[in-house]
């Protein structure tokens, strides 16, 4: 047992207790320890229940029938129950992007084809919870909805705000100075001018009835109106979210992305103008994208006709009317890969003419077109001919030139300074020359064309600045050099510097382009089907098309929208041992559905200015060659469903150029054809086919032409001479065996027909099952791009064989482990492969919408009329399974059942389905009957070939899921606990839409599901959260998933199955990980999952209600529901019943967790946490703190508890957490040690230093000035204690401390206040101490930090940036040596000259024009390095910073004034208002803002009336303090915050003189305080006070009631001797120069000082101090003098010693001046009091050491008959104390001062 943790040993152990019981004594703790961690203590008829265990739940559903509602309505009424309407399933039409949606034109379809086009077209079925928005995942604190809820925040005026700078303030002063009368106009030292001063100042206001004998409880009724009026409501909208927050919080579950149509990156690419020095005839151009490192052809063509309207003229007899869609000259292009690869290659054609291509391009290359004309004639003949060869050879074409643009290039440099010197900048952004035209350019050029082949960079087309290039250089194209893999070799070609293209004489032309980013939602955009993309507001408008990416690697998307389309891309021909004579060779392509010519489907899609289908396509011509290649692209329409008979038809045609006689245009001379199906599966792929010389035969299509026919002629002996490649990009065709194999079988059971033709396959009725199941488990073969492309589909088919098991030969086959299992393995392949592609849960997104969007159960289809998916009505075959699977012996879930096998997967079989119905139906443990009903499905249908009457029915989904995973084991298990969440929200959807369509989601929720089921959720759940908890060290990821599944999971079972039973499963979980929890040695991963899956849970956005706010805690022993929640909150706390209540409330009890179940949840975690002894724990403060911050700030900003009343309900369920923040004052961050030791806001101590250096009087003088006895700050007492427990707590950072003490806030500023009273009075001193140090804390914390220190904060951040800045300047520049060095230098010429002029101009202006791009991108990028903030984000923060400082403090004082009334009503515990009193005054020594300062005086004021004593007679030190920080704020330079401070200050002298007739005490404090403020204030303005004492003058003069008593000139002779010191202090700072009159000054400090004998004393040493500095030790000697007499006259009231002197009568030799120092006035204070007379010198010893520097001073004055005198008074206190040594020492003085005089006298 010895091995066994301290953590295990620790918990719920009675000694344990016994160890805390006497921790908690030496601490000061509260019993509240032990009442939380083993509830015992008062509780007594509680069973108890350590906080380490979870408590059974309250069942939720009885209790709400039991307790019915008192409440009518309103907000009370919602927290009680949810709102009807919180689940709706909704159906929401698809958008769709084309003004009509794409489906096929047949009206017949086959079964696939339907269901795809259904499951292309069909509304989303989506579940909505309409609240779900309220939970805390969607907390405003944590979305950037902060900066809305902190509109209209008033500004709080704070003085550190207000303070003037430097410059501004001296001037202030000086200007002061001047108007207050200097002091050498009046006499020196005379009060007169002081007092002249005084009574010509202003007072600030007095405030109304101040002097008026209020009642008490009027007071605190006024005072309270006025702080309740316009607070801010929503504390946490002030407090910045925790850290965390910056990623996403892990209980939000973001909405999937709706399913839609892949794109990839968008690319707008307009054709302008193509212009050539020569027109002679049309010319017609084509697009398209390739990728070199692919060697793929990443896009569609794109064909454009730029012809002018008298070249396509000569066309007319050959072209048809054109339809207005091929007549686009813009194309939008979507690039899914960006690289450094991708060209954009133009191609052009023109009609074919006699002659090759190099002959034909002749002319074009040396015409010149300024030599027109020159060269007329020639011009002339030439249009002549092409005139001539249109006429006869329009329809055909012949290769002509290309070229090719190196997109990033252009990308890149429209999006940098990447600009090339030698390019000639025409317009904005418009560019000349493609790479071709640079060749010559200078290096710079060339070297832009190097950098692009540096590997791949990240390329981003969605950005960059648009671009028009002026293509000027064509290649004419080589006819042995058409094909692809030529085309590919010239691209890589192009990027080396020394291309072999660049020595080839080139076609000059020009071409117009213009690229760019596409725009969000084009206008006038088709799509590659040619339907109308949505917003065509004209249909006369010339169109952009979209043209069809094909990706250059596999992109995983669902299919979303109806596409079916062909590609035939002939490549080659080989005729060259054919006979006969076949030069000019052009393949006519066709698609045919029959073998008659006529055939032929017009379904070839036109290429430009032409119709829009056609029913044939043409090759081009390559002249005279037997064995051309081809680089054609036809694309094809193809129909939905395809025959046997579909096939493409290819007819070689040789055409006759010259015009002979008797020669036909074109001659036949080979045939061939590919069929469409292969046993029934699309063919695609590279063919290499054989060409038949004749006509094919009859019935041709149907074989293909490998197969040798007999009496067929062949070329080449039917080797394979034509190679051509199809393509099709269809979302019907999965294009993949397995899956086409599967939909084949299941629509082989939805058609009933048999046998059935898979491949070369015929599968009979009695081989269907083995080869369906083989089919489903072969699914995992199949590629995984087609599986996703059709993964809707897919995962629809799987649910439905799972939901109606198909009836093969008579029996039922249950698929559902098989189907499970298909479903499992498909999830994690993409799972694994798609791992770019899951959110912060692992869930994928795919499948994530999957379910959200498209899932929904089988047979409720809300508008077909057919129950099934697409027409699974009718002979459907389909039956129900009855629950035969076997469980697991271990779930104890005995139930009869009727079949039982031990193999899963084949149920008994009976004779006849009538008798399994029987059976199904008369075992009374499987009567599913009632799920049945309602569900929609078909009534009667056949079943086999044996029609019965029993009804047809479904199973249910989730009920066979939840079943399956229960049965299942091994890998499957594996696979499902993989992706648990996908099943989970599978299971989540189904039940509520069973709910939905059986109507049930009104019913009670009791009986919303089948106990059966909820037996399999119970043991699901149970079974994960053992894997949990077993597995949490192994696989750390995986369980990290299945942990907030599980927590999602149960989140939704909230909002639709009974809730006590969700609660219990809860506890289930709980209780599995505490169990594990005590045997491990390092806890804190295990309890961080459990944080996590706690935090998931209570973001239901109903947890509120969840908790039973209104429920009143009553003890199981007397239940009383007869109270009702309305009246208990009327009715006060009466009975003992209620007393009980309230600790309840307080504290974490049984009856406590139990009803308000989830909240006890999380205030216990915090419990267990925070709790010092808690080892190993240590880890997780800040997380379960940031649960508890984030669930209560989530509720702050709910605008369904927005009602006071209703926070108030809610603040309830967190009254523990006062009680565990109590706990854990120990370990808080201390907030006050930042507090420099007088107190003073850490602001202003900042301040303090930066300006030493130049400030007007040093620190030592000011403390000299300050006198010693200011009373130091230190932190309270209680604080001091906790290192006494033994060990040290480990504190909690900044952070967390900080988010603790704001939920305290929240919790005590919405409270109910007579709750919180009437706990306060159950509490005992040292915890309600306890509370008042917490608060004490929380003033320190939200204290406001003040403009400045942003500002300074700010400045430091904005150096970082700027760093930042030039980094990324130098990256965005690139690294080329010369280049940056000249960018860099021109930086520098242009920081330096004002007009940045110094550059070439010409540069100049073309570098600022480009920054003004980069710009921007520099913006985005600083977002992370956070940007130096702006004057108005500074603003704003220093406003929210000002209110939230103001409204935490305001909540302090709240919660102070309900423990004052608590001590009044009680009429005990007086001793905490001390602490009370602390808590007052530090909040007046921090920062704070005019509003709550008036407050807070108030308070103070009402607290002085109420319990004068407490400060005169007790708190004494208290008493000072409170004179120190009124004199302070009397300074301030905010008149408000100035006549507050002047009324209480007046008040607390006339209480002070009303107690005792006499306020000496105050007048002492309010000097000394004075003088610690003079001394010690840095910027300290005598103005503001002088108002003031002004206000309190006025105050003395208004006060009636006292008229008659000496208390108005005791009043009057404070003010002027304070205001005297104060001119003269200030005075002194400016006399630093002069030591006359510095000594004069501090003379009339010292006198002002007469009735505070301690300052007075510190003032003579200061002046003794100063004197001997300048050698004048006679005047020094005299200081010293008297301050002996002072101290003299004060020993003599305090010890009656004989041989002591009498007080200043004594040293009347000396100097008969010192009589001044005797202590006879009427307000001189008893040096017994406590504080007065304390320093060192009121002693013995001090008043000898002060005699013995006097005579050492006198003695080198010269003085010697002085020194006598002094030793006269000393002597006989040594001999009292037989100090023999001194006399010795003093005789010996003497003798030396007498021979002095005698050696004087005698000389």
Known sequence: MAERRAFAQKISRTVAAEVRKQISGQYGGSPQ???????????SHHTTVPLTEAVDPVDLEDYLIAHPIAVESGPLRDLLEFPPDDIEVVHTPRECRTLVSAVPEESEMDPHVRDCVRS??????????????????????????????????????????????????????????????????????????????????????????????????????????????????????????????????????????????HFGQRLLVKCLSLKFEIEIEPIFASLALYDVKEKKKISENFYFDLNSEQMKGMLRPHVPPAAISTLARSAIFSITYPSQDVFLVIKLEKVLQQGDIGECAEPYMIFKESDAAKNKEKLEKLKCQAEQFCQRLGKYRMPFAWTAIHLMNIVSSAGSLERDSTEV???????????????????????????????????????????????????????????????????????????????????????????????????????????????????????????????????????????????VYPQSLNFANRQGSARNITVKVQFMYGEDPSNAMPVIFGKSSCPEFSKEAYTAVVYHNRSPDFHEEIKIKLPATLTDHHHLLFTFYHVSCQQKQNTPLETPVGYTWIPMLQNGRLKTGQFCLPVSLEKP???????????????????????????VEVVAVSSLHTQDPYLDKFFALVHALDEHMFPVRIGDMRIMENNLENELKSSISALNSSQLEPVVRFLHLLLDKLILLVVRPPVIAGQIVNLGQASFEAMASIINRLHKNLDGNQDQHGRNSLLASYIYYVFRLPNTYPNSPSPGPGGLGGSVHYATMARSAVRPASLNLNRSRSLSNSNPDISGTPTSPDDEVRSIIGSKGLDRSNSW????????????????????????????????????????????????????????????????????????????????????????????????????????????????????????????????????????????????????????????????????????????????????????????????????????????????????????????????????????????ILDPDAEGLFGLHKKVINMVHNLLSSHDSDPRYADPQVKARVAMLYLPLIG?????????????????????????????????????????????????SVPQLTRPSSFLLTSSSGRQHSTFSTESSRSLLICLLWVLKNADESVLQKWFTDLSVLQLNRLLDLLYLCVSCFEYKGKKVFERMNSLTFKKSKDMRAKLEEAILGSIGARQEMVRRSRGQLERSPSGSAFGSQENLRWRKDMTHWRQNTEKLDKSHKPARSRAEIEHEALIDGNLATEANLI?????????????????????????????????????????????FATQRALVSKFPELL?????????????????????????????????????????????????????????????????SQNFNEEFLRRSLKTILTYAEEDLELRETTFPDQVQDLVFNLHMILSDTVKMKEHQEDPEMLIDLMYRIAKGYQNSPDLRLTWLQNMAGKHSERSNHAESAQCLVHSAALVAEYLSMLEDRKYLPVGCVTFQNISSNVLEESAVSDDVVSPDEEGICSGKYFTEAGLVGLLEQAAASFSMAGMYEAVNEVYKVLIPIHEANRDAKKLSTIHGKLQEAFSKIVHQVTF
């Open 1452 to 1496: 302090i004082l709240d919660t102070l004034e309900i423990v004052v009334q608590t001590v009044s009503v009680t009429e005990s515990k007086e001793s905490i208002l001390g602490g009370v009193l602390k808590v007052l005054l530090h909040s007046m020594a921090c920062n704070q803002s005019a509003l709550y300062l008036q407050h807070c």
């Open 697 to 723: 035969p009859q019935a041709y299509s149907v074989l293909s032409p490998e197969v040798p026919l007999p009496g067929m002629k062949w070329v080449d002996n039917h080797k394979g001479v034509f190679n």
């Open 120 to 261: 292309y077209t069909e509304d989303w079925a989506i579940v909505n919870r309409k609240y779900h928005k309220l939970g805390t995942g969607f907390n405003p604190n944590t979305l950037d909805k902060q900066k809305e809820r902190q509109k209209g925040l008033p500004k709080q005026i704070f003085e550190s705000d207000e303070a003037p700078d430097g410059n501004s303030y001296q001037d202030e002063q000086d200007d002061l100075k001047r108007r207050s009368m200097s002091i050498d106009d009046t006499p020196r030292g005379s009060w007169a001018c002081s007092i002249f001063d005084l009574k010509n100042s202003l007072p600030d206001a007095l405030l109304p009835n101040l002097l008026d004998r209020t009642p008490n409880e009027e007071i605190d009724h006024h005072n309270e109106d006025q702080r309740k009026s316009s607070r801010h409501k929503e504390l946490f909208a002030l407090h910045p979210a925790p850290d965390e927050f910056q990623e996403e919080p892990i209980e939000r579950l973001s909405v999937p992305e709706v399913p839609k149509e």
């Open 1220 to 1268: 565990v923040i109590m706990e854990t004052v120990p370990q808080l961050y201390d907030f006050t040690e930042s507090h420099n030791q007088r107190g003073r806001p850490s602001c202003v101590a900042v301040d303090d230093y930066e300006s030493e250096g130049g400030s007007m009087i040093s620190q030592t003088v000011a403390m000299a000035i300050a006198g010693t």
């Open 1512 to 1576: 005169f007679e007790e708190e004494t030190e208290q008493c000072a303090d409170l004179c120190l920080r009124l004199l302070r704020h009397c300074s301030s330079s905010i008149s408000t915050i100035r006549s507050h401070a002047s009324a209480s200050l007046y008040l607390l002298m006339r209480q002070n003189f009303e107690i005792g007739n006499n306020f000496a005490r105050v007048k002492m404090q309010v000097t000394m305080s004075l003088s610690s403020l003079v001394g010690t």
């Open 425 to 567: 900048e025409v317009g904005t952004g418009e560019r000349k020359g493609s790479w071709s035209e640079r060749r010559n350019s200078s290096i710079v050029g060339r070297r832009s064309l190097e950098r692009t082949t540096s590997g791949d960079e990240a390329c981003n087309l969605t950005s960059f600045r648009p671009a028009t290039l002026t293509v000027t250089n064509f290649f004419k194209q080589e006819g042995d050099r058409l094909s692809d893999e030529d085309l590919y070799k010239f691209l890589a070609d192009m990027r080396r510097p020394s291309s072999v293209l660049r020595r080839l004489r080139p076609i000059t032309a020009q071409l117009k382009i213009d690229i760019s980013p596409a725009p969000e939602n084009p206008h006038y955009c088709l799509t590659p089907e040619l339907l109308q993309v949505k917003l065509y507001p004209d249909s006369r408008v010339r169109p952009t098309r979209e043209i069809l990416e094909f990706p250059a690697r596999d992109v995983y998307v669902p299919n979303t929208t109806y596409r079916n389309l062909l590609y």
């Open 33 to 43: 320890l032990l009442k939380n961690l083993n509830i015992g203590g008062s509780v």
């Open 933 to 1168: 009903v309602n569900t929609g499905g078909p009534k009667a249908a056949p079943w086999g070939s044996n029609p019965s009457p029993s009804a047809e029915s479904t199973q249910l989904f989730h009920e066979e899921l939840a079943l399956q995973w229960v049965v299942c084991s091994g890998s499957v298990r594996e696979a499902a606990l993989q992706q648990a969440w996908f099943f989970f929200e599978l299971m989540v959807k189904s039940m509520v839409h069973h709910l939905y369509f059986a109507d049930k989601l009104d019913a009670p929720r009791k009986n919303r599901f089948p106990e059966r089921f909820m037996d399999d959720v119970t043991a699901l759940v149970s079974t994960i959260a053992g894997d949990i908890v077993s597995r949490f060290q192994k696989d750390t990821e995986m369980v990290e998933r299945l942990n907030t599944s599980l927590a999602f999971f149960l989140n939704d079972l909230l909002s639709i199955m009974d809730r006590g039973f969700v609660f219990m499963l809860i506890k289930t979980c709980y209780k599995q990980v505490s169990s594990k929890l005590y045997s491990l040695t390092n806890p804190s991963n295990l309890a961080s999952l459990r944080l996590d899956f706690l935090r998931i849970i209570c973001s239901h956005e109903h947890y509120v209600t969840l908790n039973l706010p209104c429920s009143l805690l009553t003890p199981p022993a007397s239940p009383s529901p007869s109270v009702s929640s309305a009246t208990s909150q009327s009715s006060g706390f009466s009975t003992n019943v209620q007393d009980q209540k309230i600790a309840n409330m307080f504290e974490l009890s049984v009856p406590f967790r139990q009803q308000h179940y989830l909240a006890g949840l999380v205030l216990t975690e915090l419990a267990v």
